[in-house]
């Protein structure tokens, strides 16, 4: 006989789909952890940098430190800095210095990284520790200290220069003034600069080596691929990410030092200023400050930084670098 017994029928009204959907609520605990950090940032950071985009279209001086309303001028700062040559030459020092600062701490802090990442997990250790005391040293120390190096009177660098042979270095080196021209203002500045940023990328590019597999290497040695063609077919392939983030913020760094230069340069050599230095020299150089004038070069360092920060994060996400 066949089963006749009637269909159980469901209650109308409810699927019988095998999902179900379940609603989120947001959760508004990791916003309450983050939201004291933002106030802080937006009391420390965003505040002032609106002050100064207000104050790059005024005319602020004594007067208006003293309670006077500032005076509207418009884009008049910026078409004093624009139409200024000497605006263009801290810019060509700015980007000058940069460029090879940047190049230099790159080369010599991967090098560095691929040593440490060569030695033994004491004396990787210790190295690594040792170079990390030149990145925590405060620029302030670090200048002063280059600016005894470089001194022109008991300098430890003219001393050692004059105790060599004339034939091989030239004579006159006991009382060489290495800050009176820009090029040699800026020689001592890169070294200083360098010295200071290469511990952090090699301490970068070692972490990122740790997480390269040993296979690879181990198959390139098989295949008889030497060093240098092994760092650019392995290495440096799996570290580009890493490679992108540490140029832009090197780029960020170098653009606007201001204290090592100022402490060693400090404001009476014009001839060596950056764009930096420039913004402080109209804002707070005189008995006459304009505080404007510095306001408007400061905002146009910051854009430029920002679209040297975008051109490089475009080119990030168009590699795919930012999964």
Not at 130 to 140: D, F, S
Not at 225 to 232: A, M, V
Not at 293 to 312: D, F, K, P
Request: include cysteine.
């Amino acid at each position: 006989m066949l089963d006749t017994a009637p269909a159980v029928r469901k209650p109308p009204g409810r699927r019988t789909s095998g999902r179900v959907r379940l609603r989120r609520r947001p959760r508004l605990g990791p916003y309450l952890l983050i939201a004291p950090t933002v106030a802080v940032i937006a009391v420390l950071m965003f505040w002032p940098m609106l002050q100064i985009g207000i104050m790059s279209f005024q005319k602020v001086g004594n007067r208006q430190l003293r309670g006077e309303p500032a005076e509207q001028v418009g884009t008049g700062n910026f078409e004093k800095i624009l139409n200024d040559p000497f605006f263009w030459q801290t810019l060509k020092h700015t980007v000058l210095f940069a460029a090879v600062a940047v190049t230099l701490t790159l080369v010599i802090g991967t090098l560095v990284g691929l040593l440490l990442n060569k030695l033994g997990k004491r004396m990787s250790a210790f190295v690594a520790g040792g170079v990390m005391i030149a990145w925590a040293t405060p620029p302030v120390t670090a200048a002063i200290i280059f600016s005894w190096l470089f001194g022109s009177t008991g300098g430890l660098v003219n001393w050692t220069l004059d105790m060599l042979p004339d034939a091989l270095v030239g004579g006159g080196w006991s009382d060489h003034n290495w800050f009176a021209t820009p090029l040699s203002t800026y020689t001592v500045l890169t070294v200083c600069v360098v010295w200071q940023a290469c511990p952090f990328i090699a301490v970068s590019v070692l972490a990122g080596l740790k997480s390269v597999p040993g296979e690879l290497y181990e198959a390139a040695r098989v295949d008889g691929s030497g060093p240098w063609r092994t760092f650019w077919s392995i290495t440096y392939p799996m570290l580009k990410p890493i490679f992108l983030v540490l140029v832009v913020m090197s780029i960020i760094w170098d653009f606007k030092v201001f204290t090592q230069l100022f402490i060693m340069s400090g404001m009476a050599n014009r001839d060596a200023f950056n764009l930096s230095l420039y913004a402080y020299s109209e804002a707070f150089g005189s008995l006459n400050p304009k505080l404007g004038m510095g306001s408007a070069i400061a905002l146009v360092l910051t854009v430029i930084l920002l679209v040297v920060t975008a051109l490089y994060v475009r080119v990030m996400v168009r590699q795919g670098e930012t999964r």
